[in-house]
Structure formats: C-alpha cells, structure tokens
C-alpha cells in the first residue's frame, strides 16, 4: 500500500500565544511522554528584536525559554538540560554576577544540567547565544 500523504510531526508542537510562526522548524515539541524539546532559541522579543549585550540577550533567551515552558505545561523546575552556543566565550565569562542574576530572576534556583560551546556564528545575525533546553513532566499517576 502506498501512501501519498505528507508524513506530520508524531509530537504536539509548542507554540506560545502572539509569538510569530516559524517557518520551517517549531519552537518545541513535547512527547506523549511529557518530554519538551526546545529548539534553539535566541534572544530576541517577539518583534525580532535583540538587546545589547551578552547578559541582556541572555536574560531574553531565558525568558523565550519560560514562555515555551510555560505553553508545553511547565516550568523551570522541569529543566533537565541546557545547552548554551554562544559566539563568543569570553563574553559569557566576562560578568558572572550579573548573568547569575538574570538567570535566577526567570528560573530561580532551578540549575539542570549544561554545557556551553562556542560557534563561529548563529543564523541570526544580532545573536551572540543561543539555547537549547530539554524538560521533563512527572508521570501521570
């Protein structure tokens, strides 16, 4: 038997409300298993616009982060996995106080595990970091 039909994403695609659609990628899925996989986000606002500064487009991509979280049912305590690209290492470790607290403002004290590597360069222009994050539910009982 063949099927011509395009084959569709097995997962739910996450989606937070006003955000614009990607085209071409979803901003996260979640498994039927409550797993939520991020793509990569980036620092930006909603209107494609990026602060100045590592800590600032940090502290957004965080915020990006929650709002996915929060539209696949979850939250900063159901991290599990971070995984910073960033352009520039040096930048990243350049003010650890204050991207500590631009993280603990969105997430608090929730610190799942990560990693940090440094790339030539993001498909966006503006970005000097990007993150994936993966998240779990706690099973239904």
């Known amino acids: 038997m063949t099927d011509n039909s395009e084959p569709t994403l097995l997962h739910e695609t996450v989606h937070p409300e006003g955000w614009p659609q990607p085209r071409g990628y979803a901003n996260a899925v979640k498994t039927d298993g409550g797993i ?9 606002d909603r ?5 100045k500064g590592f800590v600032a487009q940090a502290h957004q991509t965080f915020r990006n982060i929650r709002d996915v979280l929060e539209a696949a049912g979850a939250g900063p305590e159901h991290l599990t996995r971070l995984t910073w690209y960033v352009t ?6 350049a003010d650890p106080k ?3 607290k631009a993280y603990r403002d969105v997430f ?3 610190f799942p595990a990560m990693a940090t590597v ?6 966006e222009p503006e970005a ?6 993966t998240a779990v ?4 009982k």
């Open 36 to 44: 939520i996989y991020t793509g990569g986000l980036v620092g930006w």
């Open 47 to 51: 209107d494609g616009r990026f602060p």
């Open 88 to 93: 520039n290492v040096e930048d990243y470790l």
């Open 98 to 100: 204050g991207l500590g």
């Open 108 to 110: 608090g004290r929730c």
């Open 118 to 123: 440094q790339v030539t360069r993001l498909v």
């Open 128 to 133: 000097v970091v990007e993150i994936e994050a």
């Open 137 to 140: 539910l706690p099973a239904r």
